[in-house]
T-cell receptor
Framework: AQTVTQSQPEMSVQEAETVTLSCTYDTSENNYYLFWYKQPPSRQMILVIRQEAYKQQNATENRFSVNFQKAAKSFSLKISDSQLGDTAMYFCAFVGGGSNYKLTFGKGTLLTVNP | EAGVAQSPRYKIIEKRQSVAFWCNPISGHATLYWYQQILGQGPKLLIQFQNNGVVDDSQLPKDRFSAERLKGVDSTLKIQPAKLEDSAVYLC?????????????????FGPGTRLLVL
């Protein structure tokens, strides 16, 4: 079974600074996708960024980028130029064919951006 | 494009009562998911539908939870009777579905959730 571990329950960062959220996962599959989802307070979860396991190049989406280390099974999210609107729970998630394409989420990291 | 709709947004019931949640997915999305998110944890899949058929309900407590997706569009999730440990946010999500291509690429779009408190 796949597992996703987020070891940082809470983090904080000053506005305009950079922060990195950690995620590790465990799987025996070779073909899979990894995701970061954002869940703002009392608002719905949205996809931030995703990474295909067979691609070596790290995904980027504007201020969001990932550091994907396949051998180490690590998938961290870097947020540059943090904004107040980035305050949210961030969930790392995994999907692979062996899990019937079922998303497995980590427990989340609560990120607070301070003015 | 309208997003995933859920109702009610909040519900408070007493244990042993029954409750039902409703979800309307994004138009054209064949796959629908129900998740349970307990405070401090990530969402856990309860059931997944492809059109009106069940793909995965391995983590659905079938002695008290039931779900249906009539006509392959809207879905309802029911709990009967509710227990204290059912207090959670129930999220509905939808995606295009496997026929759209590689299922690994599926992006799930989430609704706002229903927050349930069982007293």
């Amino acid at each position: 079974a796949q597992t996703v571990t987020q070891s940082q329950p809470e983090m904080s960062v000053q506005e305009a600074e950079t922060v990195t959220l950690s995620c590790t996962y465990d799987t025996s599959e070779n073909n899979y996708y990894l995701f970061w989802y954002k869940q703002p307070p009392s608002r719905q979860m949205i996809l931030v960024i995703r990474q295909e396991a067979y691609k070596q190049q790290n995904a980027t989406e504007n201020r969001f980028s990932v550091n994907f280390q396949k051998a180490a099974k690590s998938f961290s999210l870097k947020i540059s130029d943090s904004q107040l609107g980035d305050t949210a729970m961030y969930f790392c998630a995994f999907v692979g064919g062996g899990s019937n394409y079922k998303l497995t989420f980590g427990k989340g990291t609560l990120l607070t951006v301070n003015p | 494009e309208a997003g995933v709709a859920q109702s009610p947004r909040y519900k408070i019931i007493e244990k042993r009562q029954s409750v039902a949640f409703w979800c309307n997915p994004i138009s054209g999305h064949a796959t629908l998911y129900w998740y349970q998110q307990i405070l401090g944890q990530g969402p856990k899949l309860l059931i997944q539908f492809q059109n009106n058929g069940v793909v995965d309900d391995s983590q659905l407590p079938k002695d008290r939870f039931s779900a249906e997706r009539l006509k392959g569009v809207d879905s309802t999730l029911k709990i009967q009777p509710a227990k204290l440990e059912d207090s959670a946010v129930y999220l509905c999500a939808s995606s295009l579905g496997y026929l759209a291509g590689d299922p690994l690429q599926e992006t799930q779009y989430f609704g706002p959730g229903t927050r349930l408190l069982v007293l």
